[in-house]
């Protein structure tokens, strides 16, 4: 019976490219004021979930943040912010490896899980206490300011990786996926 799967190899270069492409997403490719951070730089994280899993999208979220916040820092930096990123990429990698193998209903409602759950703890909660922490703003006037920004970004950032990863399948199985033969 064949099975496919990804060469460590491919992994740590497929991690790279998405870890550069995350730095750019979020230091250049995003809106950046004081309480808030609207960017897309999940979508590099979500797909490093995608294809190589949890200990690949834990690394490529702790690193791209602080790569990010020492080469092009905007404000001061916040070990908080890193540790909310590494726990993204690991709940991301937890929900969304290898769904993509299976029917294409099961990585539409990963998806919607996992963005929801990082929805509320990472988002909503940590991030919103680091800033309260930070800036000594009130949490609750801080957490109902952020809620409907942060669930566009959430529904948005679904619906790219979904997409996303439906035009990348084709590819995957052609460049990333090697037969894995099993007695």
Known sequence: MEKLSISKTKKIVLSALMLATFIILDRFISINIQILALNFSSIAIMLVAIYCGPKYSTLVALLGDLIAALLFPFGSYFV???????????????????????????????????????????????NTFFIHFMYGKAFWILFTSRIIPQIILTVLNTVFIVVLEKVLRPFAKKYLYEVEEND
Request: glycine residues 6%; aromatic residues 8%.
């Open 80 to 126: 908080g912010f890193t540790i909310a990123n590494a726990i993204m990429g690991l709940i991301y990698g937890l929900y969304l490896y290898k769904k993509h193998e299976e029917k294409n209903s099961k990585i539409i409602l990963s998806a919607i899980a996992s963005n929801l759950v990082v929805l509320v703890v990472v988002n909503m909660i940590m």
